[in-house]
């Protein structure tokens, strides 16, 4: 089958740096996404990898390795206004996005 | 940007619903989701040029359509108790028409179903 995993929750100071990983199996790969979405609102798109390496979009950046099946999702100098759950999507060998359950992120003062 | 109706909804169990988006301009591929409280979402279906394009793990009693005015719809027969939950909408613009094929989502449906 196919499957996506992120951490349930995590927990991070206000300033702070914080990672969030995603770690996929699934029949193909035609790019992975990141989606952030605050509590009874839609997920807005963060991010968009189908290579492997680093990009980099203000204080937001997201990695992926192909053959490791690995991507994580990196937020710099954290705003109380980050607290959110953070999805990770990957799109299949036939063009399905399959999502993840998501990775809430608690934003302490 | 994404527009869905109605924002929210109540039913009785066995009653049928409809739920309208209507696309980003210039998209012509519109997904429909479930997403239960906590869950990532759930894909149902995707329609591409009015024709169904892809369907997720969902019973017949989930059915859609998708207009040429970008507007789309989704339809759920029979309600269950189950169904209560979030349903979200997204377009694209295709791979095969020179899009990236990236998803923006419309605010959702919080549906309940009683």
């Known amino acids: 089958g196919q499957n996506i995993d992120q951490p349930t929750e995590m927990t991070a100071t206000e300033g702070a740096i914080v990672q969030i990983n995603c770690t996929y199996q699934?029949?193909?790969?035609?790019?992975l996404f990141w989606y952030q979405q605050h509590a009874g609102e839609a997920p807005t798109f963060l991010s968009y990898?189908?290579l492997d390496g680093l990009e980099e979009k203000g204080r937001f950046s997201s990695f992926l390795s192909r053959s490791k099946g690995y991507s994580y999702l990196l937020l710099k100098e954290l705003q109380m206004k980050d607290s959110a759950s953070y999805l990770c999507a990957v799109r299949d060998g036939n063009y399905q996005l399959i999502w993840g359950a998501g990775t809430k992120l608690i934003i302490k003062p | 940007g994404v527009t869905q109706s109605p924002t929210h909804l109540i039913k009785t169990r066995g009653q049928q619903v409809t739920l309208r988006c209507s696309s980003q301009s210039g998209h012509n591929t519109v997904s429909w989701y479930q997403q239960a409280l906590g869950q990532g979402p759930q894909f149902i279906f995707q329609y591409y040029r009015e024709e169904e394009n892809g369907r997720g793990n969902f019973p017949p009693r989930f059915s859609g359509l998708q207009f040429p005015n970008d507007s789309s719809e989704l339809n759920v027969n029979a309600l269950e108790l189950d169904d209560s939950a979030l349903y979200l909408c997204?377009?694209?613009?295709?791979?095969?028409?020179?899009?990236?094929?990236?998803?923006?989502f419309g605010p959702g449906t919080r549906l309940t179903v009683l």
């Open positions: 990898n189908v």
């Open positions: 699934t029949s193909g790969f035609n790019g």
């Open positions: 997204a377009s694209s613009h295709s791979f095969t028409s020179g899009g990236t094929d990236t998803q923006y």
